[in-house]
């Protein structure tokens, strides 16, 4: 058997940030064993992974974080020496509509691997590194910045999941001496998303011709990432960062959702051939979102003078490069966004 260096489990790992995090720490650390873990639910895709399914440091198990007799299973196994936990319910509108399925999966799920954790590390060198969101802070007014001490105060069942399983990290910390590391992101975008997300949702609506549904006035403002940064930065953390620190991660860019769009169908025009202003008319104004956080945005000090990270890209550039994965890989959004996927994708997103 071969000795490898590290044993990181990665969780939700066929998902969109996980696939992103799978794939560089697969090609980045040759000596490392990289097992990932996915229920595959709708947003879990082994197809996101082709890439690197074949390589001899990766490794695939399909099993559900909130059962404990399969997690420890797996550490065993697999002599799990850390964990890169990124498997969670993410979308704040499904948390409105059936909030215990997220506090099941973000809070119990994260509570089992770390008791697992606890159990079976003893002494040595292990990372807990847990992914949360910026979510967990609340809403901002016009101005201000989310620091790592900002007070906690999440709005939706979605942030209130998170800021659980947040509070249950730092606690195993503390009372267990559990080493782990906290990060909390701003809103990414990048390749593979599931079209249930503002960017990917839009970019496919507008190809299509559909209806671009904008909550409320499309004021809200959020700070957006590019994945590929944004798990740089996780790599830097988990390699470098502080045990029992939290960092913030923020892509530094701050829009409204409407500027957003109108820059996407603004691109999307020239892309596919359309006259000027043409994509825009599809912009349609919805129902608010009950509960919708007016403003999101990342202070990233801490990490930059830390660990020397800042975003490799622009928002423009990250975006253009967002908008070319998307048109060069229908085929992936049509596997998607068809069969068992189908009627969730239809009946929430493209008639909404």
């Known amino acids: 058997m071969m000795q490898w260096k590290k044993r990181i489990l990665v969780t939700g790992g066929a998902g969109f940030i996980g696939s ?24 879990g895709n082994l197809e996101n992974l082709k890439d690197v399914e074949d390589a001899a440091n990766y490794s695939f198990v399909k099993a559900d974080i909130c059962d404990s ?38 809070v119990m799920g994260t509570v089992n691997l770390l008791h697992v954790a606890k159990d079976v590390w003893e002494g040595g060198d292990h990372v807990f590194h847990h992914v949360s969101t910026d979510e967990v802070y609340g809403s901002l007014g016009d101005e201000g910045l989310f620091e790592e001490t900002t007070a906690y105060d999440p709005r939706s069942p979605y942030s209130a999941s998170k800021a659980s399983s947040d509070h249950f990290v730092r606690a195993y910390y503390h009372t267990y001496g559990l080493p782990i590391k906290i990060s909390n992101c701003s809103n990414n975008y990048g390749s593979h998303q599931f079209p249930e997300k503002l960017i990917p949702l839009m970019i496919n609506n507008i190809v299509h011709k ?11 403002v959020r700070d957006w990432l590019w994945v590929v940064d ?7 953390i988990f390699h470098e960062g502080r045990v029992g620190e939290s960092y913030n991660i923020g892509g530094l860019n701050e829009w409204t959702n409407l500027d957003l769009v109108r820059y996407l169908c603004r691109i999307l025009d020239e892309k596919l051939g359309r006259e000027a202003g043409e994509n825009e008319k599809l912009i349609t104004f919805v129902k608010d979102r009950a509960g919708h956080d007016k403003r999101y945005a990342i202070d990233a000090t801490k990490i930059e003078n830390e660990l020397n990270w800042t975003p490799s890209v622009t928002f423009e550039e990250g975006l253009a490069s967002t908008v070319e994965w ?4 229908t085929d992936w959004i049509e596997q998607i966004t068809s069969g068992a996927y189908k009627q969730y994708y239809e009946e929430m997103y493209h008639n909404r």
């Not at 998307?326 to 890989?329: A, G, I, K, V, W």
């Open 210 to 220: 559909k209806p671009l549904p904008i909550y409320g006035t499309g004021e809200n």
């Open 230 to 236: 944004h798990v740089q930065a996780i790599d830097r």
């Open 20 to 43: 992103h995090m799978v794939r560089l720490l697969v090609n980045k650390y040759a000596d490392y064993l990289i097992v990932n873990l996915d229920k595959l639910t709708y947003a």
């Open 69 to 106: 007799d399969a997690i420890s299973e797996v550490f065993e196994k697999f002599q799990i020496t850390d964990v890169i936990h990124l498997a969670a319910e993410s979308h704040v509108d499904r948390s409105i509509e059936g909030p215990k399925d997220f506090v099941l999966a973000n």
């Open 326 to 329: 998307y048109l060069n890989n």
